[in-house]
């Protein structure tokens, strides 16, 4: 039932000493980086300050920008020599995101994954196959080393080609995988274009979803598509990656870690905590990891905690499916980006006007995106030209999106003008 | 030697002909040809009219995406395939590409109009073959 029951459903008071000592040699540990040691002393903050776990509401909150500032090792707790990896976030806007790990973090990591696999039943005869890219992608690494530390056969099989993926699955009788919700609904209709049958031909029975924001509706979907049970699992590459938090076979909610996180949920405003059980944003501080601490990192993703205990015996607290985020970050097809990374190849062409408008929707079960475009006065009647122009464009943000965009290009003054902050994105996915 | 002629960007969405035509009624703009070609995602709507420079300023007040340049119109002896043929072969031989090209029927002629790669060379064509050419003054008169 449980990768580690004493961890798992360790009595609250008990979870909460271990998290306030947790965080005492935290702040210890963090101390040793230039940027918190620095900030430390500035707002007198000591371990001994931490006598209760509620005590993480005294210390500073880190963001993404903070981040940016320490590229790449500003943060880093521990001499470089003691590091043996580094993921980085794709940073189009910036400089990139940048965590470093020891070998003790890779190993707490794994673990992490493992934990959360076994909870949904994988055990060391399952045959996992990941579908995540590899490389500086936190999916694709965090869950081999997790997978491998549960015991499973892995396929590393990575992104793309579906009809490799679904030979993989068929050959080596795949019985997991790994796979973002827009791909697996895709996966899903090659096997039946093929003649396959997922449920009778395939060995699958599970899949963990993750990395990009979906609805319960479109969960039991996939579930009934592939013939599997379905897993919510949420990570993000400062939080070393997946395993953060997931679902249990409950499906009700993903239990956080909280012998790794401390996690807070806030009014993006305000920064105060919000009554449980309401939307905020959620703060989650390390309290695990050796190289590179984060103390109240915001995620920048709302959620809510559900209240009550669940009925699977484990304690670490649950929270609802993610419901947005208080800045404007799209996840789309397992990418992360902002509206400003599109606006600025829009602007780079003088044919386009300033007005655009970006719609995300469920087609067909799939995630699309459109951005349209409106031109400027410099529309010349040159059909080639405009054919030319939208292929261009198109290309230059699949370049920088690494998804292809529909675009439409449309007449001057046809999208709606705002009064006041213009309304760029329209986000019409049912995540609830 | 050419006429003028609007160009429209339509989108590719209810009623965006309707609009457009619907401005230059309301401005008494009287359309000789029109023409609109399209591809799954917009329109170009290509048109002679009485008055291109007004429907111009008009059509650009109202935020339309418009254009205008210059196009020539040929008039041939009517549903006559061979004088059509003629035509294309003196701008063939002229080493001239047509971009596009519509026509309409007007007394008992045929009037060809059409855009080349090279509107110089098609003067030249034009005059040295003595090819009868329409001027907006001729149109006015239809």
């Known amino acids: 039932m449980y990768w580690q029951k004493e961890l798992e459903t360790m009595q609250r008071p008990e979870l909460e000493k271990l998290q306030a000592e947790r965080l005492r040699e935290t702040i210890k540990q963090a101390s040793h980086s230039p940027y918190y040691k620095k900030l430390f002393a500035e707002k007198g903050i000591s371990p001994d300050m931490i006598k209760s776990v509620d005590d993480v509401r005294k210390l500073p909150f880190t963001t993404k920008e903070d981040l940016r500032n320490n590229y790449p090792f500003g943060m880093v707790a521990v001499p470089l020599e003691k590091c043996v990896r580094l993921h980085s976030s794709s940073g189009t806007t910036g400089n990139p995101t940048v965590i470093v790990h020891s070998q003790k973090d890779l190993d707490q990591w794994a673990n992490q994954v493992a934990r959360c696999m076994y909870m949904v039943g994988l055990r060391d005869t399952d045959v996992f196959q990941n579908t995540s890219g590899y490389g500086m992608f936190t999916g694709g690494l965090g869950f081999q080393y997790g997978a491998e530390r549960l015991g499973a056969l892995t396929v590393p099989a990575a992104a793309g080609n579906s009809k490799r993926q679904i030979k993989f699955i068929k050959d080596f009788g795949t019985t997991c995988l790994h796979i973002i919700p827009s791909y697996a609904s895709r996966l899903a209709e090659v096997m039946y274009e093929e003649g396959i049958d997922p449920a009778k031909d395939t060995k699958l029975h599970t899949i963990c979803m993750g990395a990009e924001p979906h609805s319960e509706e479109q969960r039991r979907r996939i579930e009934k598509m592939l013939g599997v ?189 705002s009064e006041g902050k213009a309304v760029r994105v329209k986000d019409l996915r049912k995540l609830i | 030697m050419t006429i003028n002629q609007i160009s429209v960007f339509l989108e590719n969405k209810y009623g965006t002909l309707n609009q457009v035509l619907g401005l ?108 009868n050419y329409l001027t907006e003054n001729d149109l006015s008169k239809l």
Not at chain 1, 255 to 271: F, G
Not at chain 2, 50 to 70: F, I, M, Q
Not at chain 2, 96 to 108: D, P, Q, R, V
Request: net charge negative; glycine share 8%; proline share 4%.
């Open chain 1, 229 to 417: 049970k379905a897993y919510n699992c949420f990570g993000m590459s400062e939080m070393n990656g997946p395993g953060v938090a997931f679902e249990c076979p409950e499906q009700n909610g993903l239990h956080i870690w909280e012998d790794y996180v401390i996690a807070e949920i806030v009014n993006p405003e305000t920064l105060e905590p919000v009554p449980d059980g309401e939307i905020g944003e959620l703060v989650l501080t390390t309290i695990n990891r050796e190289a590179m601490p984060l103390i109240r990192y915001r995620t920048r993703d709302l959620t809510r905690f559900l209240p009550g205990e669940c009925p699977c015996g484990r304690t670490h607290r649950r929270v609802a499916r993610f419901q947005g985020r208080s800045d404007d970050m799209i996840i789309l097809k397992g990418v992360n980006f902002f509206p400003i990374q599109i606006e600025k190849i829009l602007m780079g062409h003088k044919e386009l006007g300033g007005n655009y408008l970006i719609t995300i929707e469920t087609v067909d079960n799939n995630d699309e995106i459109l951005i349209e475009v409106e031109l400027s006065d410099l529309f010349t009647d040159d059909y080639a030209e405009l054919q030319k122009l939208s292929r261009d464009v198109t290309r230059e943000l699949k370049d920088e999106l690494l998804f292809t965009p529909r675009l439409k290009l449309v007449a001057k003054g046809s999208l709606q003008v």
């Open chain 2, 24 to 131: 230059l009624a309301g401005a008494e703009i009287g359309v000789i040809a029109a023409t609109v070609a399209d591809t799954q995602e917009f329109g170009i709507m290509r048109l002679i009219v009485s008055e291109p420079r007004r429907a111009y300023a008009v059509l650009k007040e109202n935020n339309v995406s418009v254009h205008l340049n210059d196009v020539f119109a040929i008039a041939l002896d009517r549903n006559c395939a061979g004088t059509f043929r003629d035509t294309t072969e003196l701008l063939t031989k002229g080493g001239l590409n047509i971009e596009y090209m519509y026509s309409f029927a007007c007394g008992g002629k045929l009037v060809l109009v059409l855009r080349t790669n090279n509107t110089e060379g098609t003067r030249d064509v034009v005059r040295r073959n003595g090819l």
